[in-house]
């Protein structure tokens, strides 16, 4: 492995990032992580607590891809800077991620709409601050996965990906002026990709969009089986999508399929870095009354390609 990959690993999901073959510095970041309650104990009189944290039950999993943009190093900036504010946000002030079960889903999904905000509010100040960062921005896709739903959020030209049953669906919109053009009748759905048009975007975290950033936001009620792929455009310019579920049905082992989805990107060319998260969500694990960890009921009644946007977006 080179200098230049990183990784973090679970059980069901996987995440790598790479340079690629053209560029000196990686100026994507990924996030994997899973949130849980924990309790801190400093003293107790029972012999069978010790001191120090417990944790409860797996409540949720992140996962997360930026890209980030801005020349003398300021994508690499950018990206980092976005990823450590929403690790700060997730630890200390979301509450309302473990509310999902029994609070309002409009109110749910309006603060993972204002998480996105903020952190671009934060990129903003943070430019302004430094004049050799100016203008500098990240793509942000992230997705929540609280079985059985997924709720992604998203901004920018990364991608969220729904695989189930043989078949790839893109879940986020290409925040790009050729896909525009494309949904405005202007551009053939084919000629996307090839077009200089594919690579402006108008709506990402930070950058010169000085005005409320548009957070697109979806509702997935997912089933067992269904995979997710999060990745930057430094892989889906060299992979078609039908290609996913067709590798993820031959190598079900998700560190496999990263490291192949990044060696392939890199055979094609690999002029952006690559970054790629492959998750095989499973049902929500609980704690029983003893303590013990049971699985909870996997059914979810939903079929594909049933995804559900928000309609404000």
């Known amino acids: 492995m080179r200098d ?42 029972l012999a069978e607590i010790s001191t120090g944290r417990f944790f409860g039950g797996i409540q949720g999993q992140v996962l997360l891809v930026a890209d980030g943009m801005g020349g003398h190093a300021a994508g690499e900036k950018a990206s980092s800077i976005v990823l450590q504010h929403l690790i700060g946000r997730l630890l200390n002030s979301v509450h309302w991620f473990f509310q999902s079960d029994t609070g309002s889903e409009e109110e749910f999904i309006n603060g993972l709409r204002n ?23 990240t793509t942000l896709t992230m997705a929540y996965i609280h079985w059985p739903t997924m709720y992604v959020v998203h901004a920018g030209d990364s991608r969220c990906y729904l695989i189930r049953d043989g078949a790839a669906r893109q879940i986020t919109t290409d925040h790009t002026l050729a896909r525009q053009m494309v949904e ?40 067992e089986n269904d995979s997710v792929v999060l990745c930057s455009d430094g892989l889906y310019r060299y992979l078609d999508a ?12 998700a560190s496999v399929v990263c490291q192949q989805l990044v060696d392939l990107a890199n055979q094609r060319g690999g002029e952006d870095n690559i970054t790629v998260i492959v998750s095989h969500p499973t049902p929500r694990r609980h704690l029983a009354a003893n303590g013990s960890m049971i699985e909870s009921d996997p059914a979810c009644k939903e079929t594909f390609p049933d995804v559900q946007d928000d309609p404000e977006v």
Do not use: C, Y
């Open 4 to 45: 230049s990959e990183f990784e973090f690993t679970r059980s069901e999901t996987f995440g790598l990032t790479d340079v690629g073959i053209k560029r000196a510095v990686n100026q994507d970041q990924f996030l994997i992580a899973e949130l849980s309650k924990s309790m801190l104990v400093s003293a107790s009189s």
């Open 115 to 137: 998480l996105l905000r903020d952190a671009h509010s934060r990129l903003l100040a943070e430019s302004r601050e430094d004049h050799e960062a100016a203008g500098m921005g």
């Open 184 to 223: 405005a009748g202007g551009m053939k759905p084919e000629d996307e990709a090839g077009s200089r048009w594919s690579n402006i975007l108008w709506n990402v975290v930070g950058g010169n969009n000085q005005r409320s950033l548009l957070a697109e936001v979806h509702r997935v009620d997912l089933q």
């Open 242 to 253: 039908d290609h996913l579920p067709v590798m993820l049905a031959h190598e079900p082992d």
